[in-house]
């Protein structure tokens, strides 16, 4: 469970660079709630990412994460139980090591005790990464021994999927993971997605700026603007929302139009 | 080619190379995989010199190189806190260092300039003594060095494998990634360096015994020369794995020596050598990229022909 209680963060303050990214954003999401979240061009969606990631502390606020405060935890030890997708498949992976050395890295958050340190990868990793690669059906469990920046845009984010999820994350972060691929590689990235997510009940959080997506991917749909969260549906009520709907709320509560130079109104 | 090069001027460009390819080595670590750019190297591997020579000069020859050791750890360790931190940039945390370790160097040799080390027994001494029967006995020195480097390059390239090492090369490779999986990047620079300044420091205090003296300018441009065979090891192997590229960096090492003794067999003077090596290190970097741009030349130039002919070939018609 994620509860983030009235959260701040202002970017350059006392300069003329002066920008409230984050206005006392609250949220909670549930154990094994998959929310999505859409917005305007620098309305905060990718600085809450950050915020919890812990790539800047917080002015203010605070974050718990499974009943653990983790507002002022550094970003290494709390990426252990978050998993973070970006939107550059490159960000993901380690373009001159192997898939079999990139995978070893992912499970090193499995890792407990100093001697970690100085293993091996071991045959018994081996056999697993193998059989993990083979879910994504795309033929990466033949080139375990082939450096990452040889992959395709779509497998190398495959990659970092099933990287961030090895372990079970206590939260998911997808941050427009498919946004930068061709629509094929991205439904099939997607449709993975929705399999690890649901099939290991992962609690996800998804940026997108697919209104369809936005609608249709998860159980929870959250708008954006001017730093905090001025939309928030699930249930029943979500269900029968249309992506006219969405907009119409948007700019009933945003008081102005979604302007998002990469929004999709349909697929 | 045998006027040129005798079997000893071959057997001490060996030897040298071996002795240097530690700091290549750890140019490969700091330079190649970390993607920091150690400047304090020059300063580092004087350090290792001077330690080793002090503690030779004691009387313990082996142990003079582990205390190198220990005193290039100290250096890197120094090198990475000021960057990891204290918010000094790379480079000028390099820098800063070297500059520190200029007295600090010597102040470890009693505030002079230089120590010799003829009247005590060194690492090759004491091996000369075991080693002086049988046809390897003009090759000791070679042999000593040889299996040094071979012992460390076979530990660095399984080091490399372990889960720590592959932390330190993500995060040279992928700062991103590294951030996001639970992997701190401050402490795998530190550890890095560490490493890297011991092995420079090795080399200092090998080069020293090798020598029998240690002089505080011994590194002046051993960055540089560093550089140089890393660059011309790494050219040579391309693309392959860790023990691969290990040993393409000590080939390196070696074949630059070559290149310097060669130099010298033409009757360069020895006042010109830093010059031959500057221009030796400016071609082996140039090379790669000039190789790939005559590449592109010579397909446009066989494009444009190829256009040409079709063109007059559709004129005739």
């Not at chain 1, 940026?207 to 549906?233: C, E, K, P, W, Y």
């Not at chain 2, 390059?153 to 889960?163: A, D, H, K, M, P």
Request: proline fraction near 2%; hydrophobic fraction near 45%.
């Amino acid at each position: 469970m994620l509860v983030i209680e009235s959260v701040s963060k202002t970017f350059n303050p006392g300069t003329v660079n002066e920008k409230k990214a984050l206005d006392k954003v609250s949220l909670t999401l549930e154990d094994g709630d998959f929310a999505t979240i859409v917005g305007s061009n620098g309305a905060g969606k990718s600085t809450l990412f950050h915020a919890i990631t812990g790539n800047f502390y917080v002015d203010e606020g605070r974050i718990v994460l499974g009943g653990e405060d983790i507002t002022y935890c550094k970003e290494h030890v709390r990426s252990k139980v978050i998993g973070h997708l970006f939107q550059d498949p490159l960000k993901g992976t380690a373009p001159h090591m192997t898939i079999e050395e990139n995978m070893a890295l992912a499970y090193l958050r499995a890792a407990t005790g100093r001697h970690a340190y100085f293993s091996r990868i071991s045959a018994k990793d081996k056999k697993k990464f193998r059989e993990q690669l083979a879910l994504l059906d795309m033929g990466l469990e033949d080139r375990m021994k082939q450096p990452v920046g040889l992959l395709s845009g779509g497998q190398r984010q495959a990659l970092t999927l099933l990287m961030a999820t090895m372990v079970t994350p206590r939260i998911l972060l997808l941050d427009e993971h498919t946004a930068a691929l061709d629509p094929a590689t991205a439904d099939k990235v997607l449709a993975l997605t929705e399999k690890i997510v649901s099939g290991r009940h992962i609690t996800c959080l998804t940026v997108t700026h697919n209104m369809n997506q936005a609608l249709s991917l998860g159980n929870r749909t959250l708008m954006m603007d001017g730093g905090r969260i001025v939309f928030d549906v699930s249930g029943k009520a979500r269900e029968e929302l249309t992506i006219d709907d969405l907009l119409e709320q948007f700019k009933a509560r945003a008081g102005k139009r979604l302007d998002n130079d990469r929004i999709l109104l349909s697929r | 080619m045998s006027t040129i090069f005798s079997l000893s001027i071959l057997q001490s460009a060996l030897e040298l190379g071996c002795i240097y390819a530690l700091v290549a080595l750890a140019l490969f670590l700091s330079f190649s995989i970390l993607n920091i750019a150690d400047l304090s190297t020059d300063g580092c591997f004087t350090l290792g010199c001077a330690v080793g020579a002090m503690v030779t000069l004691a009387g313990h020859p082996v142990l003079a190189l582990f205390a190198a050791m220990g005193a290039g750890v100290c250096s890197g360790f120094v090198t990475a806190f000021l960057q990891t931190r204290m918010g000094v940039p790379s480079i000028l945390a390099g820098i800063i260092v070297n500059t520190g370790l200029y007295t600090v160097n010597i102040a470890v040799m009693g505030f002079s300039s230089n120590v010799n080390l003829f009247a005590c027994d060194t690492v090759f001494s004491l091996a000369k003594e075991k080693l002086s029967y049988g046809w390897y006995a003009d090759w000791y020195k070679l042999l000593i060095v040889l299996v040094i480097v071979i012992i460390l390059g076979v530990i660095l390239s399984l080091f490399l494998n372990t889960r720590l090492g592959l932390s330190i090369r993500a995060t040279g490779d992928n700062e991103h990634m590294v951030r996001a999986s639970s992997i701190n990047p401050l402490f795998m620079i530190t550890v890095g360096l560490c490493l890297a300044n011991a092995l420079t420091a090795l080399s200092g205090a090998i080069l020293g015994q090798y020598q029998k003296s240690c002089d505080i300018n011994l590194g002046t441009g051993m960055v540089t020369i560093a550089l140089a065979s890393l660059i011309i090891g790494e050219t040579l192997v391309g693309k392959g794995g860790m023990p691969k590229k290990i040993a393409g960096v000590i080939l390196g090492s070696c074949l630059y020596r070559f290149i310097v003794a060669l130099a010298l067999r033409l009757n360069v003077p020895a006042e010109a050598l830093k010059l031959v090596s500057a221009v030796i290190v400016a071609i082996a970097i140039a090379f790669p990229y000039l190789r790939e741009k005559s590449a592109f030349y010579r397909q446009r130039s066989c494009n444009r022909n190829a256009c040409r002919k079709g063109e007059s070939a559709h004129v005739s018609h």
